[in-house]
């Protein structure tokens, strides 16, 4: 009886658990948010689509990842369109699935991923316009990865412990995402023309995954070398290439100026990162040495920050207090008052912030906070790119 009453607390905690984190990401309307003090300029703003949002999933490097793409769409003056961010999911599991069987079982299977993994579904599977391919099954109104997840991990664990794997696996694995996912077709019309996922993405969004590059910064791998940067959504353990901490935000502020939009991960769990208020910054001390004051205006107006060197941002990274939790798009700068200066950055969660879907990153979080960026080779100078 007492084990009974032990599992029910433990589902209460949860559930409530859940809904304060819906209520502070996804429904920030309902909260009533004190007047800004704050007086921002723009210096840069790029182009970029509307802001979308990706409900209770942990789908943000492909919404962010498509949302980058769209940009750079615009960027080669072609028509942006609106690319199925679940089609990118759907086929990041197959690919998954394959690198879990290949190692027996030995990694992670949910739909979280890796801002590379958007390019390399591009070069392997295509994209289709979101039109086509919703990810949501006739009759439904959300996607159903919950329960995905726990069948996929059911039926790939059982193809493990047989110790014998059909040659059918992969449409048997097609078979169940079509279950929780919907169908994708093989052939969709588009501006009046019919194409395929590969032909859309070779006619219609003409990117090249190649022309991309993937950055981090550790301070335990050689500088301006590529290694695997061992985190856990990196399943296809990809290689990125590792930089100096000082040197992000050049690289971002660089690329931003010639015209190129960059997309990153970074950690979102932080006191200092506000979605309704859509501020991001550094405190220079802890919430539990602030006054009640202080904690109250925090995200109004200007505040000093912290600065952080190489070896905190590992210490932070090595003790889990960084994790690559959430991806965002940068598309510009503005500063504040004080001459401060921000990134904007476009999220995934719908439009209701201050900003309407956007968040100012201050430059001190993101190269304390980022865990990657992803960009167009030609947005390097050419002395870095060398480099590389």
Known sequence: MKKKNWIILAIIVATLAAVAILYRFYYPKHIKLLKSEFVFTELIRLKSTTVKNQGA????????GNSFLESEMIR???DPVAISPLYTVRKAYLERARNYLRLHGG???NEGGQLHDVMQILRLHGAMPRAAYTGIKAGKSSSNFRGLRTVLNSTLSSMVKSRELKSSWEQDVELLMDD???QVPVNFDYKGKSYTARSFADQVIGIDPD??????????APYYKSFVFLIPDNWSFSQFFNLPMEELNTVIDQALKKGFTVACTVDISEPGFSWPYGIAYVPQKSTSKMTEEEKKMQFIRPQPERKVDAMERQSAFDAWQTTDDHALHIIGILKDQNGKEYYIAKNSWGRGNAFQGF???TKEYVRYKSTALMLHKDALEPSLENKL
Not at 57 to 64: D, H, L, M, Q, R
């Open 57 to 64: 999933s942990n789908t943000c490097w492909s919404y962010t």
């Open 76 to 78: 080669m003056g072609r």
């Open 107 to 109: 990694l992670k299977l």
């Open 180 to 182: 929780y996912l919907g």
């Open 211 to 220: 022309q991309y590059i993937h950055i981090a910064s550790v301070t335990t």
């Open 359 to 361: 968040i100012y990153l």
